[in-house]
């Protein structure tokens, strides 16, 4: 579990609250359901008529990468593709077969399927780049619902900043309802930019990073899968892969 970031969303959140507190205002200054409803009920709403089915799917399957991080571990890398090397200069194609069965990566497994079934290195590295290239596209459109989710959340914000302005200016003759109107107005714009802000941004960010880095660390594997079917010494694999910076 990535206790960190979580540790980190949730300090970003406390130290405004907190801030906020010291300044002298009360915590239940920052409760408004009105607020809440105009700003985060509009903007989850918006988002989802904009994204499409398998896109929001998507989008909450790498929200799980928060608690759970993917680990794209380069000495890991390395110390696979030396046991596919020296099994393939040990037995050939054979000595891969049951190493890409029980490989968990599924870019990697195919690639050691389509070198085990005897595939041209150019078939490989096409194939293999294409699934690369494609997941990396629909994993970044997911990450940017998180980055759609930042730009409504402010502007529903200032939704509600206008609703309630037209509530104080419509009740001008009742006092008692001028605190109201001007703290769902207030309310709400603290709502929508603080949570973009602290929270969807930075998450979108995040998941770009995963996935970016993911991205990474598949070419140098296929890199390292092409040395293999060309017979190269795993040692010397190693030795051009070592300086890549996942």
Not at 101 to 112: F, G, H, I, N, Y
Not at 226 to 232: F, P, T, V, Y
Request: glycine share 10%.
């Amino acid at each position: 579990m990535d206790r960190l970031v979580l540790l980190l969303l949730f300090g970003a959140v406390a130290s405004v609250v907190f801030g906020h507190v010291l300044e002298g205002g009360a915590l239940l200054a920052l409760w408004n359901a009105p607020a809440l409803l105009i700003v985060f009920g509009g903007s989850f709403l918006a988002l989802a008529v904009q994204t499409p089915t398998y896109l929001a799917v998507r989008a909450m399957q790498l929200s799980s990468w928060l608690i759970a991080p993917p680990h794209f571990s380069l000495d890991l890398l390395l110390t696979k593709l030396t046991t596919c090397g020296n099994a393939y200069r040990k037995d050939g194609v054979l000595g891969l077969d049951g190493i890409a069965q029980a490989e968990s990566d599924p870019v990697m497994k195919r690639a050691l399927v389509m070198l085990a079934d005897g595939q041209t290195p150019t078939s490989i590295e096409k194939s293999i780049y294409l699934e690369i290239e494609t997941h990396q596209e629909k994993d970044l459109s997911a990450a940017e619902v998180f980055d759609n989710l930042g730009g409504y959340l402010p502007t529903l914000g200032i939704v509600g900043a206008v609703l309630g302005l037209m509530q104080v200016l419509s009740h001008l003759e009742q006092p008692d309802e001028l605190g109201r109107g001007i703290a769902t107005a207030f309310v709400a714009t603290f709502y929508g930019v603080a949570a973009a802000n602290l929270i969807a941004i930075p998450i979108a960010g995040r998941l770009r990073g995963f996935i970016q880095q993911r991205a990474r660390y598949h070419k140098a594997m296929i890199v390292g899968v092409m040395a293999i079917r060309e017979g190269i010494n795993p040692q010397l694999i190693r030795y051009r892969l070592e300086g890549i910076d996942l």
